[in-house]
């Protein structure tokens, strides 16, 4: 019966270890090579765009975009739920 090996980082063929436990070593280090190398190649895919129009976006986006913490930039913004309400006492029953 015949094993085959995955080959390692240090080319050895994942033979047998000398230090014991060489192998298994070199077989982690490969596994992270190889999903490091994946990662690497899906990032390479994705879509980019220039810095200039990346900003243009943001500009729209701020400028279009209703912040309701900042009503001074948008005129009389509706009533805020958050601020005090000022109706007197309350009491709780």
């Not at 994942?14 to 190398?37: D, I």
């Amino acid at each position: 019966m015949t094993t085959t090996r995955s080959p390692t980082l240090n080319g050895n063929g994942g033979g047998g270890s000398v230090a014991g436990g060489t192998s298994g070593v070199s077989e982690v280090k490969l596994k992270r090579f190889l999903e490091h190398n994946q990662r690497l190649k899906e990032q390479l895919e994705m879509q980019r765009i220039s810095g200039s129009e990346a900003s243009e976006s943001l500009i729209k986006f701020v400028t279009s975009t209703k912040d309701s913490l900042l009503p001074t930039l948008w005129g009389n913004a509706p009533s805020d739920p958050f601020s005090k309400q000022s109706t007197g006492c309350c009491t709780i029953s």
